[in-house]
C-alpha cells in the first residue's frame, strides 16, 4: 500500500487547527500504515501547539508535530516536503491549516495519482477575495514571461505529488526560500514532468487572521523577481 504524508504549515491557528485535524486526518485509513499527517508548527503565540499535542496523545497517533522548521509559511513547506521525503513517504499532500480546502476532493486526486508525478488544485473560484485572486493571476504572468510554463493556478495549498519527483527539485531553492509552492509547480511544468490541474474549491479562512496580508504579499512578489531571475540561471 502505498505511504502518504499529509503535510501542512500552521502559525496561530488555534480557531482552526482541531477542526482541519479532525476533517483530514480520516484520510490516512487505507493506505500503508506509515502514513502520517504532519503539521508545522514553530513560532505560534496561541494555543495551536497545545492542541496539537492533546491530539496526539489521544485519538489520532498517526499526527506528527513539526517544532524545528522556520516560523515563516515557506520554509515550513520546505521542511515539510523534506521531512516527508526522508521518511519514505511515496506520496505528498500538502494543504493550509486555515479550514479552506475540502478534504472531500482528495479522493479525486488520489484515484488518479498514478498517471500523474503531480496534482495540482485550481482554484477557478476563490472565496478569499478578489485581491488574492489578481495576485496568483499576476503571478501566473510573470511565470510565463521568465520560464514559457502557462499555468493556472501555481499556489493552490491542494497538491499531490510523487515523492521522489519533489526530491529531484526540493534543493533547488534555499531552505528559507518564501514561495516554495510556486517554484515546484514551475519546476514540474518546466522539467515537463506528467502533471495536471484539477478545479477545487477554496472557501474563506474559517477562523482567525492571514499571517500574510496584501502588503506582505506584494513585498514577498517584488523579492521574488529577482529570485526567478537567479532561478532560471540555475535552470540553464
Known sequence: MDTIYIVMPA???????????????????????????????????????????KMK????????????????????????????????ADYIFQTDSDGQTDPKEFPAFWKARKKYAGIFGNRTIRGDGKDRAFVEKVVCLLLHLYFGVKLPDANAPFRLMKSQTVAKYIDKMPADYNIPNIMMTTYFAYYKEPIAFKVISFKPRQAGVNSVNIPGIVKIGWKALGDFRDLKRDMR
Do not use: M
Request: avoid cysteine; proline fraction near 4%.
Open 57 to 88: 496523545i489521544g485519538d489520532y497517533p498517526k499526527l506528527e508535530i513539526l517544532e524545528t522548521a522556520n516560523q515563516f509559511h515557506g520554509p515550513k513547506v520546505i521542511a515539510l516536503y523534506k521531512y516527508a521525503i526522508a521518511n519514505g
Open 11 to 53: 502559525y496561530n491557528e488555534e480557531e482552526n487547527i482541531e477542526e482541519v485535524v479532525r476533517s483530514w486526518y480520516p484520510l490516512l485509513s487505507g493506505k500503508s500504515e506509515k502514513s502520517r499527517l504532519v503539521v508545522a508548527d514553530s513560532g505560534s503565540r496561541d494555543r495551536t501547539h497545545e492542541i496539537l499535542e
